[in-house]
């Protein structure tokens, strides 16, 4: 296994030469000679470098006719170099992801951006998604970004042309992301359209709580976001959704409909808060909640099922919309970033 020291080693070096404005095949050449490896692969074929790592070797990933509307100049989109390979089991892959984001911290500070890739890839994967979440974090350094992000195997470093990711997530980028504080970098976040109807809303809803807790233990960023249900003319705040190494839903009756209080809340699946071990949620992000449910830790998020709980509830407590279903602005901090929750179809106030 690659140890912390050696991580962070290597997140130095990535970051501390100038790689070339046109990421060509010379510039990848130097970068590579420079680290100490081993250049792989023939003209017009694939390439990459013999690294020496648990991970295994480096992957040079190169730009086609579709990336180029992102990356103009470059001849290269991205170099991936695996750095581990834990367990498959979803907390042992986020646990060690995590043990990797602690590494790089340690010698480059709190990443400009934290979040999630969500139900897309991101640009430049090479397979298919993890399915136990799409973690990343990344630090920029003017022209060139070092994200580290879940592989299918284990947590890779991947160094990049900053403006070209950022240009690509401007068009589409899914999941979350939050952005470091007066970093002084701008992000525009991609532009999606409300959810029209309940269902559209409840697959929307499910697919961000279904990777929730695997991806906040990877991180290190906890959530707590407050959803408000417009009922007639009040918008009362209705559910809550809590996730440090554990994610929680909540439901508070006020102000809604009698198909939703009391006993009604217990058919429509609630469960009260006090048949909870006390202290389940940190005493900063508990709201108190009348009604909550433990919906699991990594892996084991019932995610259709726990959409489907919040939807059935809102419709039942009186909201008669989908669009009527908001996320508090409170939500989008969580010190030290501004978050956006692109993968959630729904309007913010």
Known sequence: MISSDDIGILAQQLTSRFVGLLWSETDMRKLIGWLGWEWTGEPGGPAGAVTGLPGGDAVLVPVKATEREWATLE??????????RPAPEPRAQAQEFRRAADAVRQVLGDATYVGSHGSTGPYGRREARPLWGCPFLRWRKDRVTLELR????????????????????????????????????????????????????????????????????????????????????????????????????????????????????????????????????????????????????????RASEMSALIVRTAQAAGVTKATDLIIGRESEYRQPYWIHFAELAMATG
């Open 75 to 84: 001849e290269y989109l991205e170099l991936v170099v695996p750095l581990s």
């Open 150 to 301: 879940a592989g299918t195997d284990g947590p890779e470093l991947v160094l990049q042309p900053s403006e070209a990711w950022e240009t690509w997530y401007s068009l589409a980028g899914r999941g979350f992301i939050g952005v470091l504080e007066d970093c002084g970098q701008q992000l525009q976040h991609p532009r999606w359209e409300l959810a029209g109807d309940w269902n559209t809303l409840q697959v929307s809803i499910g697919a961000f709580l279904r990777t929730l807790p695997a991806v906040t233990v990877a991180t290190g960023m906890s959530q707590n976001l407050s959803l408000y249900g417009r009922v007639g003319d009040a918008s009362p705040i209705m559910f809550d959704i809590v996730c440090d190494d554990r994610l929680y839903l909540g439901y508070c009756e006020y102000m809604v409909e009698e198909a939703a209080r009391g006993d009604n809340a217990v058919k429509l699946g609630w469960t009260r808060r006090e048949l909870l071990p006390p202290g389940h949620i940190h005493p900063g992000d508990d709201g108190d909640m009348p009604w909550r449910i433990d919906a699991g830790g990594p892996g084991e998020v």
